[in-house]
C-alpha cells in the first residue's frame, strides 16, 4: 500500500525542520528544546513504522517514489524511494536517534540546543542518503552529513577532539570527492543522475575498474575498511557518546549501503573481477583488527576496532556472491551473502550502540574509558552489569542474539565460496568472544577495583529506558529475524540477479 | 570617429556606461560641498547611481548579441548579466564599508567615487569588442584600484601594498598590451570579431599569433592572480585596508571573466589549442599554491587571498575547457565566489571595530559564543568556500569539474578534487575557532542594523543558492551563447 502522503519527505525534512527550530531557539531553552527535540525524533520515529507497515514486501521495485524537478541544468530531480535494502536502514535511523536523544538528556550541558539540533539535522540527512534515488541527491546529503557530525565531535568530544574531528572530516572528504568524480563521469556518458540509469549503462571493464575504485576509496573509508580506518578509533575515542553511537550505528552502514546501491550494480564486471581485492580487505579487517581489539586498554578504542572487524563481515558477504555463484550456480547461495551483509549492519547497529551507550553511562560517572580504571563494577551496578553482559553476549554472536543471525549467514555463504574465507571468518568468533568477554571481564567483573567504582550509582531510569530498549530489538531481532529479511528478499534476489549480468 | 556618426542606438546601448559615468561627476562635484559629518550624502547617492545604472542596463538590455560604436562595443545577454552583478557587488560593498570607515575617519568622498570609477572601467571591459576597449577597461579599472589600495594616506603598509601593485600591475598591463600588439600586427585588425576570422584564417601555426597569445595569457591570469603571476595578490590584500580588500575581491573578478571571455573566447577561439595548455598549467599551479600556503596563514587576509588564488584555478578550469558548457560553469563560478568572498571580508567587518582589525584568524576565536547567527554565517561561507553541499560553492565546483571531464581532461578534474580536499583544511580551521574555541573577548558585535541585515541575506543566499542551484545556473546558460 502506498501511502497517498510525501512519507519520506516527512522522515527527511522533519527532523531538519526540528532542528533549525531548536537554533533558533538557542542555547538559554534547554529545557523546552529537550522536549521539542524528543517530540521530534519520536514522531520520525512513528513515521518510520508507518512507512515499514506500508512496505510492500513482495516487490523489489521502489516504494513511496517522489519525483519532483530539482536541477535542470544537471538533470537532477528531487527523487526518493525506497526497497528493501534502504528500508530497514531507515527505520534504524529513526530508532536510533531518539534514544540518543535521551541519553544526552542532563548530560550535555554545554550549548545543549545546538547538540539536540546538530543530531537532528544530521538525522535528516542520513535517512535523505539512503532514501535518495538520484545520485546528485544521494552525494549532497552524503557531504552534509559531515558538517553536522564534525561540529558534534568538535564541541562536545574529549581531549583530543580537534585532532579527531579534522581527521574525520577530511578523510571522508577525501573518499567522497573521488566518488563525485565518478558520479560526473556517469552523468556524462548517460546524462542522466537517475541510479535507476546508471545500472542501465554499459561500461566497458577499464570504466567500470576506474569507476569501482572511486567509489571503493568513497565507502571503504566510510565502513571502514582496512587500511583506511584509522580515522574511526580517533573519532569515536573524541567523540560524545551520542556522537559515537551516531558514527556506529548509522554512518559506518552508509559504506556498506553505499557498496549494494552504487558499486555492486553500477560495475559488476569490475566487482566480479576486483572481488578478491574486496574479500582480503575484509578478512583483513576481520582478523587483524580482532587481534587489535584485542591489545587496546581503552574501552571506546575497543568497541571502535570491533566496529571495523564486525563490518569487514558486511563486505565479506557482500563480494563473496561471485564467488558462491561460480561455485554453485545457485543464485539463492550468492543472495545468501547479501542477506548476511544486510542483517549484520542491522544487527552491528544495534549492538555497537548500545555497547557505545554502556561506556557513555560508565564515563558519566567516572570520566575515564581506561579499562585499567574500572574492575567489578557488577557489585554496584548489578542492572548495568546485566545488560552489559548481553550486548557483549551478542557482540560475540551469541545465538539467540541479533550477532548471531548476520555472521553466521555470511560464515555459512562463505564457505560456498571457499572454506579459507570460512575459516578465517569464523576466527571471528573466537577473537571476537576473546576481546568482548575480556573486556567484560576486567570492567564487569571480579572485585571491587577501587573507591570511585565502590561509589557507582545503579542505572537511573533514563539509562534503562534506552538500554532495555536496545536490549528487546537485539534479542527480537536474533531470536525471529523473518520479518527483516522477508522485507529485503525481493530486493536481494533482485540485485543478485543484476550482478550475474554483464554490462560490457 | 567623426560625432556624426554616432547612431541613436550607440547611445542607447551604451546608456549604463553614460549614465554612471554622469553620476560620477555629479557626485564629484556634490561631495565638494559636503563636510565630513555629512558625508552620508555621498554614500547615499552613490547607492542611489547603482541602483539607476541597474536600471538603465536593465531597460537597455538586449536579447540577442548587438555590436555598436563601430565594431568597438558590445551589448550581449552575458554583458548585462555581470554588468548588475557588479552593481549588486559594488553597493554591498560599499554598505559592508561604511561603518569601517566611518569610524576610522576615513570616510572620504573619494572611496565611492574611485569606486564608482572602477565599476565604469568594469563595465568597459565587459561590452569591450575591440582590443583597444579592452585595454581601456583594464587600466581605468586598474587605476582606480591602485589609488583604493592606497586610500589610507597615513599608512606606510597600505602604501607599500600600493606602489607594489601599481609596479606589477603596470608590467602586466604592458605584457598584455603587447600580447595585443603582436596580434594586431599579425591580424592588422583590432575588433574581436575580425581577429577571430583572422585568426581561424591563418591557422594555429602561426608564430606572431602564438606569440601575443603568450603575452595576454601572461596579462589576464596576472588580473585574475593566478599562478605564477599571483605575487601581488597576498601582499596587497593584506594591506589594503578592508573594504578595499572587499572591493578587490568582488566585482573586478568579473572584469577578469569578462576580459578572459571576451578575449579567449570571442577573439581567440581559433587558439584554443594554445590557450588551453597555458590554462591548464596556471590552473594546476593556482589550486596547488592557493590551497597549500593558505594552511601557513594567520592572517584572515591573507588565508582569504590565497583561498582567492585557489578559486581562480577553478575559474580558468572551466574557462579553459573551452566549451559552452565550460563557460556557462566558470561564469556560475565567478558570480558564486564573489557572493562568497563578499561575505567573507564583510564577517572581517563586522568584527571590527576602532582601532581593532579582526583580520587574525584568532580574532574568530569562540564566536559561537557571542554571536551564534553569524559564526552561522561564517560557517555556511567556509563549507561553501570549501565546496562542501549544500551550500553554492559546490554547485560552482561541481560545474567546472563537470566541463573538465566534458572534454576529456580526467586528470585535471583529479586534481582540482584532491586540491580541494587540502583545501578544506584551512575553512576548517576557522569553522573550528569559531565552534570548539573559547572566546577571547565577549563583547557584542557593534554593527549598523542594516550590515547585519545584508550579511545575513549574504549568508542566506550562500544555502538558498545551494539548496535551489537550478536558478542561477539556468541564468548562466542563457547568457552564454
Known amino acids: ?504 | 570617429m567623426n560625432p556624426a556618426s554616432i547612431t541613436r542606438l550607440d547611445l542607447v546601448l551604451a546608456a549604463p556606461e553614460i549614465f554612471l559615468l554622469s553620476a560620477i561627476c555629479v557626485i564629484l562635484l556634490v561631495d565638494l560641498f559636503v563636510d565630513d559629518a555629512r558625508r552620508v550624502v555621498t554614500f547615499v547617492l552613490s547607492l542611489v547611481a547603482l541602483a539607476g545604472a541597474a536600471w538603465v542596463t536593465a531597460r537597455t538590455g538586449v536579447d540577442t548579441r548587438t555590436v555598436a560604436w563601430h565594431g568597438t562595443y558590445v551589448a550581449d545577454p552575458l554583458s548585462g548579466l555581470l554588468k548588475v552583478v557588479a552593481y549588486g557587488a559594488v553597493a554591498v560593498v560599499f554598505l559592508y564599508s561604511y561603518g569601517y570607515l566611518y569610524v576610522r575617519r576615513l570616510l572620504k568622498g573619494e572611496f565611492f567615487v574611485l569606486g564608482l570609477f572602477a565599476l565604469l572601467g568594469i563595465m568597459v571591459l565587459i561590452s569591450a569588442n575591440s582590443l583597444v576597449t579592452l585595454y581601456l577597461g583594464v587600466e581605468l579599472l586598474s587605476l582606480s584600484m591602485y589609488a583604493l589600495v592606497a586610500f589610507n594616506r597615513d599608512s606606510a603598509v597600505c602604501a607599500e601594498a600600493a606602489i607594489k601593485y601599481f609596479v606589477l600591475g603596470s608590467i602586466a598591463s604592458g605584457a598584455l598590451l603587447y600580447g595585443m600588439s603582436m596580434i594586431y600586427g599579425v591580424t592588422g585588425t583590432l575588433q574581436l570579431g575580425p581577429v577571430s576570422e583572422a585568426v581561424a584564417r591563418l591557422g594555429t601555426n602561426q608564430i606572431g599569433l602564438l606569440f601575443g597569445l603568450a603575452f595576454i595569457i601572461v596579462g589576464v591570469a596576472f588580473k585574475f592572480g593566478g599562478v605564477p603571476f599571483h605575487m601581488w595578490v597576498p601582499d596587497v590584500y593584506h594591506g589594503a585596508p578592508t573594504p578595499v580588500t572587499l572591493m578587490l575581491s568582488s566585482a573586478p573578478k568579473l572584469a577578469s571573466f569578462a576580459l578572459a571571455f571576451r578575449l579567449l573566447a570571442e577573439g581567440l577561439a581559433g587558439l584554443h589549442d594554445g590557450w588551453q595548455d597555458m590554462l591548464a598549467v596556471i590552473a594546476v599551479l593556482s589550486m596547488a599554491v592557493g590551497n597549500i600556503v593558505a594552511i601557513a596563514q594567520p592572517n584572515l587576509k591573507r588565508m582569504l587571498a590565497y583561498s582567492t588564488i585557489s578559486h581562480v584555478g577553478f575559474i580558468l578550469m572551466g574557462i579553459l575547457a573551452g566549451t559552452s558548457r565550460g563557460y556557462e560553469a566558470a561564469l556560475y563560478y565567478t558570480i558564486t565566489y564573489v557572493i562568497m568572498a563578499v561575505g567573507g571580508f564583510g564577517m572581517i567587518l563586522l568584527l571590527s571595530r576602532a582601532g581593532f582589525e579582526a583580520d587574525r584568524l584568532e580574532d574568530f576565536k569562540g564566536l559561537n559564543a557571542r554571536s551564534p547567527w553569524f559564526a552561522a554565517v561564517m560557517l555556511m561561507l567556509m563549507f561553501s568556500m570549501a565546496g562542501v553541499p549544500p551550500f553554492v560553492g559546490f554547485w560552482a565546483k561541481l560545474a567546472v569539474i563537470q566541463a573538465a571531464l566534458d572534454v576529456g581532461l580526467l586528470w585535471l578534474a583529479i586534481a582540482a578534487v584532491a586540491f580541494s580536499v587540502i583545501g578544506a583544511y584551512y575553512y576548517l580551521r576557522i569553522v573550528k575557532l569559531m565552534y570548539f574555541d573559547e572566546p577571547a573577548q565577549r563583547d557584542a558585535l557593534e554593527a549598523s542594523r542594516s550590515f547585519r541585515l545584508v550579511l545575513s541575506a549574504n549568508g542566506l543566499a550562500v544555502l538558498l543558492l545551494g539548496m535551489y542551484p537550478g536558478l542561477l545556473l539556468a541564468v548562466c546558460a542563457r547568457v552564454i551563447p
Open chain 1, 1 to 504: 500500500m502506498q501511502a497517498d502522503w510525501p512519507i519520506l519527505s516527512v522522515l527527511l525534512w522533519l527532523p531538519v525542520a526540528a532542528g533549525v527550530l531548536l537554533l533558533l531557539l538557542g542555547d538559554r531553552n534547554a529545557a523546552p528544546a529537550r522536549w521539542i527535540a524528543l517530540a521530534a525524533s519520536t514522531a520520525t520515529f512513528v513515521v518510520s513504522v508507518i512507512l515499514w507497515r506500508d512496505f510492500d514486501a513482495t516487490t523489489a521495485a521502489m516504494q513511496f517514489v517522489e519525483r519532483e524537478p530539482w536541477i535542470g541544468a544537471f538533470n537532477a530531480w528531487y527523487h526518493l524511494g525506497v526497497d528493501g535494502i534502504s528500508m530497514p536502514l531507515i527505520v534504524l535511523t529513526a530508532f536510533i536517534t531518539p534514544l540518543v536523544v535521551i541519553a544526552g538528556w542532563t548530560v550535555i550541558e554545554k550549548r545543549p540546543a545546538q547538540y539536540l539540533a546538530s543530531f537532528l539535522i544530521l538525522e535528516g540527512l542520513m535517512i535523505g542518503v539512503f532514501a535518495a534515488l538520484d545520485a546528485m541527491l544521494f552525494y549532497v546529503l552524503w557531504e552534509a552529513m559531515l558538517i553536522p557530525m564534525f561540529v558534534i565531535i568538535g564541541v562536545w568530544g574529549g581531549p583530543r577532539r580537534v585532532y579527531a574531528t579534522i581527521k574525520f572530516f577530511l578523510y571522508t572528504f577525501l573518499g567522497s570527492v573521488l566518488m563525485l568524480v565518478a558520479l560526473v563521469y556517469l552523468y556524462l556518458q548517460g546524462g542522466s543522475y537517475a541510479i535507476a540509469d546508471m545500472y542501465a549503462l554499459p561500461l566497458s571493464l577499464r570504466e567500470q575498474v576506474l569507476i569501482f575504485t572511486a567509489f571503493l576509496v568513497a565507502f571503504a573509508v566510510k565502513v571502514p575498511m582496512w587500511p583506511v580506518h584509522t580515522w574511526l578509533p580517533d573519532a569515536h575515542v573524541e567523540a560524545p557518546t551520542g556522537g559515537s553511537v551516531i558514527l556506529a550505528a548509522i554512518m559506518l552502514k552508509m559504506g556498506g549501503y553505499g557498496f549494494l546501491r552504487f558499486s555492486l550494480p553500477i560495475a559488476p564486471d569490475a566487482s566480479r573481477e576486483l572481488d578478491w581485492l574486496i574479500i582480503a580487505l575484509s578478512l583483513i579487517a576481520v582478523v587483524y583488527i580482532g587481534l587489535v581489539a584485542l591489545v587496546q586498554q581503552d574501552m571506546k578504542k575497543l568497541i571502535a576496532y570491533s566496529s571495523i572487524a564486525h563490518m569487514g563481515f558486511v563486505t565479506l558477504g557482500a563480494f563473496a556472491a561471485f564467488q558462491i555463484f561460480r561455485n554453485t550456480g545457485s543464485l539463492q547461495g550468492a543472495a545468501m551473502g547479501l542477506d548476511g551483509a544486510m542483517v549484520q549492519m542491522v544487527s552491528h547497529g544495534l549492538i555497537s550502540g548500545a555497547l557505545f551507550f554502556c561506556i557513555g553511562v560508565l564515563y558519566d560517572r567516572m570520566h575515564s574509558r581506561q579499562i585499567a580504571d574500572y574492575g567489578g563494577v557488577v557489585n554496584t551496578m548489578p542492572v548495568f552489569g546485566a545488560f552489559a553482559v548481553l550486548f557483549a553476549m551478542a557482540n560475540s554472536g551469541l545465538p539467540g542474539t541479533s550477532g548471531f543471525v548476520g555472521e553466521f549467514l555470511v560464515i555459512l555463504a562463505s564457505f560456498r565460496a571457499s572454506f579459507w574465507y570460512a575459516f578465517l571468518a569464523a576466527l571471528t568468533l573466537i577473537l571476537g568472544a576473546a576481546y568482548t568477554l575480556w573486556l567484560v571481564k576486567r570492567v564487569i567483573f571480579g572485585p571491587v577495583g577501587n573507591a570511585h567504582v565502590a561509589a557507582l550509582e545503579d542505572l537511573n531510569g533514563r539509562e534503562f529506558i534506552v538500554l532495555g530498549v536496545l536490549a528487546v530489538a537485539v534479542l527480537a531481532l536474533g531470536l525471529w529475524p523473518a520479518p527483516l529479511l522477508d522485507v529485503m528478499r525481493p530486493t536481494i534476489e533482485q540485485l543478485v540477479q543484476q550482478l550475474m549480468l554483464t554490462k560490457l
